[in-house]
């Protein structure tokens, strides 16, 4: 087991992240409501950098009366990134694919006197 210092405990703000190199693997570290999350910077489709994709809500279609989708809603209780390859989203808090069995990698993070390592 081996362990990279990224950076200090706060220098990922909330909704923020860092993309670091941990030896021949990339790493994304987020925050997500406080809490820091550590993914794979690589999407279960076709291994593009998931970890720098665009981060925005979850994206709601609410479906009216006459079962059609007129507007979009977005959900600010469900962080997603988008891979900017092909567009597919997961979760910064789960790492599930919301439509889709796929679901990214994570990688484990520790704390220590106010510093955040991942550990591979
Ligand atoms: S490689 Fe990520 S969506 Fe295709």
Known sequence: MAEYLV???????????KVVACGDKEIGIFRVKGALHAW???????????????????????????CEV?????NEGNMHVACPWH???????????PVGRYRLHRAELAIREGQVYVVL
């Not at 794979?40 to 950098?49: D, I, T």
Request: hydrophobic residues 20%.
């Open 7 to 17: 950076c200090s405990e706060h220098e990922i703000v909330d909704g923020g992240r």
């Open 40 to 66: 794979h910077n690589m999407c279960p489709h076709r291994q593009g950098p998931i970890c720098q994709g665009r981060i925005y809500p979850e994206v709601v279609e609410p479906v009216d009366e006459n």
């Open 70 to 74: 007129r507007t979009l809603q977005y």
């Open 87 to 97: 567009g597919w989203e997961f979760n910064l808090e789960t790492g599930r694919n």
